[in-house]
């Protein structure tokens, strides 16, 4: 049954944002997995080059045997991502949609509505495709890995680079995976309260939010931190026109902003 207040505006309620706490564990088990790729990867290559260091030093190239490495780690770490990938969505959407529906209810509570969320289709499908979407990105993280770790292999095979240099390296590769599982997690956790929140909005006859810039971030959009300062209304269905393309708060990448939805009043 839709909400209303008895005020004839409406009310504006507190928005839900995402939880630290499941975009931490989200990245934990995401940067521990890779660990674990990371440190097998550094000991096989690592035993493989210092036996073949002296055929680089002399120009000779064990190329062949380093990428039969290579292609063995390749195909275990692939497997064991796709593996583990479809789990750790999981448990992260779920949570994602518990925060967010714990959160509203709570917010609604105050406000003195009190709602039981019912599964519903709407709701199921965006956990599907979250599932999906993070599966893709966790497997996409890993193959960039592998990738850079084998192009860095070739590189140093080809200019005779010592043990050492590849090492560092692969160092630096490992720190870029890490920084975009914790990419990943945070903006994921942002999409996924914000979708499941404006679901359960409009299911419950909320059709007007305002936008409410994060205030967070080094490097914050122009465009969003306009939209906060000016309490941009804008309907839920539609999303807001900013930037030349209609969207809602979290949906760009790495955006902190969330929606402070409306509750219709007796006059809408």
């Given at each position: 049954?839709?909400?209303?207040?008895?005020?004839?505006?409406?009310?504006?309620?507190?928005?839900?944002?995402?939880?630290?706490?499941?975009?931490?564990?989200?990245?934990?088990?995401?940067?521990?997995?890779l660990e674990r790729m990371h440190n097998e990867v550094i000991r096989d290559l690592a035993k493989a080059y210092a036996k073949a260091e002296p055929q680089i030093a002399q120009d000779a190239s064990p190329i062949a045997d380093m990428v039969s490495i290579m292609d063995g780690l390749t195909k275990r770490w692939r497997k064991r991502f796709s593996d583990d990938a479809q789990g750790i969505a999981q448990q992260f959407a779920k949570s994602a949609q518990g925060h967010a529906q714990r959160a509203f209810q709570s917010e609604l509570k105050r406000n003195g509505f009190t709602v039981q969320f019912k599964?519903?289709?709407?709701?199921?499908?965006?956990?599907?495709?979250?599932?999906?979407?993070?599966?893709?990105?966790?497997?996409?993280?890993?193959?960039?890995?592998?990738?850079?770790?084998?192009?860095?292999?070739n590189m140093s095979v080809m200019n005779g680079r010592d043990l050492k240099s590849l090492s560092d390296t692969l160092q630096e590769q490992y720190g870029v995976s890490k920084r975009r599982a914790a990419l990943i997690a945070?903006?994921?956790?942002?999409?996924?309260?914000?979708?499941?929140?404006?679901?359960?909005?409009?299911?419950?006859?909320?059709?007007?939010?305002?936008?409410?810039?994060?205030?967070?971030?080094?490097?914050?959009?122009?465009?969003?931190?306009?939209?906060?300062?000016?309490?941009?209304?804008?309907?839920?269905?539609?999303g807001a026109y900013i930037d030349g393309e209609w969207i809602h708060p979290g949906e760009c990448i790495n955006c902190r902003c969330v929606s402070s939805p409306i509750i219709p009043g007796f006059d809408d």
């Open positions: 049954m839709p909400l209303t207040c008895q005020s004839a505006q409406g009310k504006r309620i507190a928005p839900v944002r995402a939880n630290a706490g499941i975009e931490a564990k989200y990245y934990r088990a995401m940067r521990e997995l599964p519903t289709e709407r709701v199921q499908d965006i956990l599907r495709r979250s599932i999906a979407e993070n599966v893709n990105l966790i497997t996409g993280m890993s193959s960039d890995y592998l990738k850079g770790i084998e192009t860095a292999v945070r903006d994921q956790n942002a999409k996924a309260t914000s979708a499941i929140n404006r679901t359960r909005q409009l299911e419950l006859g909320m059709t007007e939010a305002i936008w409410v810039h994060s205030a967070g971030g080094k490097h914050p959009r122009p465009s969003h931190v306009k939209a906060g300062r000016d309490k941009l209304r804008y309907k839920l269905d539609k």
